[in-house]
């Protein structure tokens, strides 16, 4: 997914391929991921559909090395 898309646009895209993989209808798209950048995305999007009142708080690991994984499926 590329960073200039809108975040509903990349949401779509992923739930959409994850909906297609699901069913056998479309091969996994692996990619190289840094899993700290993969948490960070996603402490941001709880913290904005969660909002102020639940507070949570993510542990990185320094240094893990990439990995290969359909981004969509994590």
């Not at 997914?1 to 739930?15: G, K, V």
């Not at 190289?32 to 969660?50: E, W």
């Amino acid at each position: 997914m590329r960073s200039d898309q809108p975040l509903w646009l990349q949401r779509a895209t992923a739930l959409t391929r994850q909906l297609l993989t699901f069913s056998r209808k479309n091969k996994m798209q692996t990619q190289r991921l840094d899993l700290n950048q993969v948490l960070t995305n996603l402490s941001m999007m709880l913290h904005r559909t969660l909002g102020e009142d639940i507070t949570f708080q993510f542990s990185y690991a320094p240094h893990l090395p990439p990995i290969n994984a359909d981004l969509s499926l994590l």
